[in-house]
């Protein structure tokens, strides 16, 4: 082998073994966020042309909506990082009105859920919400929330002050405002 030819193959090597190293981080990092992402658009597809989409998109996502640990899934998904990506990405495909209404709904949905939410239900979520881990998961979704341009967020405020007024229930221990 020629001092050139061996310098290539060194080179070569390097190179291969960069992009595995750089293909390994990335799908580590961001595989989550591509399977919760996927999650949401297959459900938001699935309930695409329902009379009641967000309720339809829900229980394709998490599940039927009677069993009380789907129901907190739902909520807690509102905190989730990578699930506000695929919902915002799900709003964004949305036409207007579609848009509007979907809105309402959820935030329909999220007054609904506190104000029929059982004493144990209200334990579960406050425990789950109000930990460190709870409280830190909230502060990098509102961190995201923020980052995000202002339209986006003022068609989202109905959602924003519903999950807040809940929040506010679960610190406050109590079922309303």
Do not use: C
Request: glycine share 6%; net charge positive.
């Amino acid at each position: 082998m020629t001092r050139k030819w061996k310098i290539t193959l060194r080179i070569s090597a390097t190179v291969v073994l960069m992009v595995v190293a750089v293909a390994a981080w990335a799908w580590k990092t961001r595989a989550p966020i591509i399977r919760e992402i996927a999650l949401d658009l297959k459900a938001g597809a699935g309930a695409r042309g329902a009379q009641k989409q967000f309720e339809r998109f829900i229980e394709l996502r998490y599940g039927p909506m009677d069993d009380p640990a789907n129901r907190q899934k739902v909520f807690l998904g509102f905190f989730d990082t990578n699930h506000i990506e695929g919902m915002r990405r799900l709003v964004g495909f949305m036409k207007p009105a579609e848009r509007q209404t979907n809105i309402a709904a959820t935030a329909d949905w999220i007054a609904n859920y506190r104000d029929k939410m059982s004493a144990q239900e209200r334990e579960a979520l406050a425990s789950a919400l109000l930990s460190e881990e709870g409280r830190a998961r909230i502060q990098r979704a509102s961190a995201l929330y923020r980052s995000r341009d202002i339209a986006y967020r003022s068609a989202t405020e109905p959602v924003i002050r519903e999950l807040m007024t809940t929040l506010t229930a679960l610190q406050g221990g109590t079922n309303a405002p």
